[in-house]
């Protein structure tokens, strides 16, 4: 069985290209000119989604540089503490919703210094695989379709953010404290 799946995971790509190239020559479409006619789209989207995600990483860091960061997670661990979830999450709940790379290097950073195998070690690795970049995702895909007002959206993603916050502490507490 492993091998049909090293097999299959070699040639996954391959064959899709081949059956896309094959189907597109059996359609009469111009492979080529339709594939650099969509890179070019492509490649101007990217242009125009620049400043929408430059701001969000200089306001990211600007928050973290400040100190607003840490005075926030000051402000709230009393409320931390009665739902039995450490400080030194906060960070990483607070930047996953705005950056994937920045929540993975406040991961990395929490697992170096508590360990893979503790509970605040655990707890970030489940909320990293069960979270998504919010602020990322609307930036990018709706910004490249043009959506202006998305304030339902933020509230589902932030919602959803939440219960996985929540769903994780949960889950890992009952799994791994007993």
Known sequence: MLELAG???IWAIPVFLAVVLIAGAARRVRVLESFVEGAEQGFGMAVKLIPCLVAMVVAISVFRASGA???FVGLIAPLLALVGAPPEIVPHALMRPLSGGAALGIATE?????????????LVSTMQGSTDTTFYVLTLYFGAVGVRRYRYAVASGLTADLTTLLASLFIVGLVFRG
């Open 69 to 71: 960061m840490d005075s």
């Open 110 to 122: 929490l697992i170096e210094k508590h360990g893979p195998d503790s509970f605040i070690g655990l």
């Open 7 to 9: 097999a299959v995971s």
